[in-house]
């Protein structure tokens, strides 16, 4: 860190000096006007961009016959959510096909990103999207709800052994993995553009617990479609009545540590907080319970129960996450004694 001294000058200002090779790097010169950001917890934002405009960010990504395209569809999402309005792909020799069938998924996957020009060598990927019109809590809450439905729809599709059930969770992580990538993206662009910050009517301090949650929420959506796809291993014959319902049971109970932990961030209370992370030891007690009915039963059958009640516990645990995250971030904004 390089720290300097206030100084005083005319008696009534108060003056500090701004490093040489910042000042270099920007191309600032004499006279010209910077833009000074008070952030609430006392920051200060020294910035060359006072134009409070969105910040065109331009990627180039030069692709050749050989390109592995699982690479380069990676490339295209990690180009994205770091925040790039504009991608250019170019090759020397053109755009292969199987590249082009990768934009193509590539632009479903995302929310914003759409191709405004193409040529024999290159493609052009412009985001169309304002950030303005998408908050982040407005994005979070949507995966909140999706989580919550993919999860109860899994349980039911091992409940009844029901598979259109289980395929259409399966089919709805892509939905939770775009709005995470939004987030991510959004969280990016405030980074990169503090202006775009007060236009969204948050800060980067506020920012960063949404992010945190909404990363956990596509966990937790991972793990709804691994309960999915497990059972479509097993039959209600083979698990018995008796040990769906308790696995039944346990999902209800991660289902309500999972909604108190949500409900205890949107109205910010940490103490509701608490006790939703107090109630995972419920939770733990019915996942040994399962484990020690499943000693008996044969492998193929054991296995993929041993999964689902896996994901359910880990289902609760994500939920103890995002409480702490919620009494973390309560203290850091909060004044209040507990």
Do not use: C
């Amino acid at each position: 860190m390089d720290i300097r001294r206030i100084q005083m000058t005319g008696g009534s200002s108060y003056v500090l000096t701004l490093p040489k090779s910042w000042i270099e790097s920007l191309g600032i010169r004499k006279n010209d006007p910077l833009g000074i950001v008070e952030e609430q917890n006392g920051t200060l934002i020294i910035t060359k961009n006072i134009s409070e405009e969105k910040i065109e960010r331009i990627k180039t990504i030069k692709i050749k016959e050989t390109t592995d395209p699982t690479y380069f569809l990676r490339m295209l999402i990690g180009t994205y959510i770091a925040g790039f309005s504009t991608i250019i792909i170019r090759g020397e020799d053109g755009i292969p096909l199987k590249l082009k069938v990768k934009i193509r998924e590539f632009t479903s996957m995302v929310i914003g990103p759409e191709v405004i020009e193409e040529t024999e060598t290159m493609i052009l990927l412009k985001d169309l999207l304002n950030p303005l019109e998408l908050p982040f809590k407005n994005s979070l809450k949507r995966m909140f709800v999706l989580v919550k439905e993919m999860h109860k729809d899994s349980m039911e599709a091992l409940i009844t052994g029901n598979h259109d059930t289980a395929d259409d969770v399966i089919a709805r992580d892509n939905d939770i993995d775009r709005l995470f990538w939004l987030i991510s993206r959004q969280n990016n662009m405030i980074m990169n553009n503090i202006y775009l910050a007060r236009k969204m009517d948050t800060t980067i301090s506020h920012v960063m617990p949404h992010y945190l949650i909404s990363r956990i929420l596509e966990r937790v959506g991972d793990h709804a479609v691994r309960i999915a796809w497990n059972s479509k291993l097993i039959s209600k014959e083979e698990a018995g009545e008796d040990l769906l319902q308790m696995i039944q049971n346990a999902g209800i109970s991660s289902l309500k540590l999972f909604e108190k932990s949500l409900e205890s961030f949107f109205v910010n209370d940490a103490q509701m907080a608490n006790r939703t992370i107090e109630l995972i030891h419920n939770l733990e007690e019915q996942y040994s319970d399962i484990n020690h009915e499943i000693r008996h039963l044969p492998t193929e059958v054991a296995l993929p129960i041993r999964k689902i009640s896996d994901s359910i516990r880990r289902f609760g645990e994500y939920s103890t996450d995002i409480a702490e995250i919620v009494i973390n971030y309560a203290i850091m904004f909060s004044d209040d004694s507990p």
